[in-house]
């Protein structure tokens, strides 16, 4: 019983074995395709470049007006 049961196991590890082996894509890539085009890091570098024009903008602004004293600022 005992011998049945390695030579099955012997048998199931070798056919996972020889299923993997005989994939057609190569082994050595990661998974996934490379040459995709990236909307997410387009919409990252979108969202940053109009937060720094609307932080340039207002720390422009801001540094040109005086607060009268007494008065509280619009930040």
Do not use: C, K
């Not at 074995?17 to 387009?42: E, F, I, K, M, W």
């Not at 979108?46 to 422009?60: N, W």
Request: hydrophobic letters at 40%; a positive charge.
């Amino acid at each position: 019983m005992i011998i049945a049961v390695l030579v099955a196991a012997g048998l199931l590890v070798w056919a996972l074995d020889h299923a993997y082996r005989s994939r057609p894509y190569p082994h050595n890539r990661l998974a996934g395709s490379v040459d995709v085009y990236d909307r997410d890091a387009q919409r990252l570098e979108g969202d940053l470049v109009a937060e720094e024009r609307h932080y340039s903008a207002t720390r422009a602004s801001r540094s040109r007006t005086r607060i009268a004293p007494g008065t509280r600022s619009a930040a």
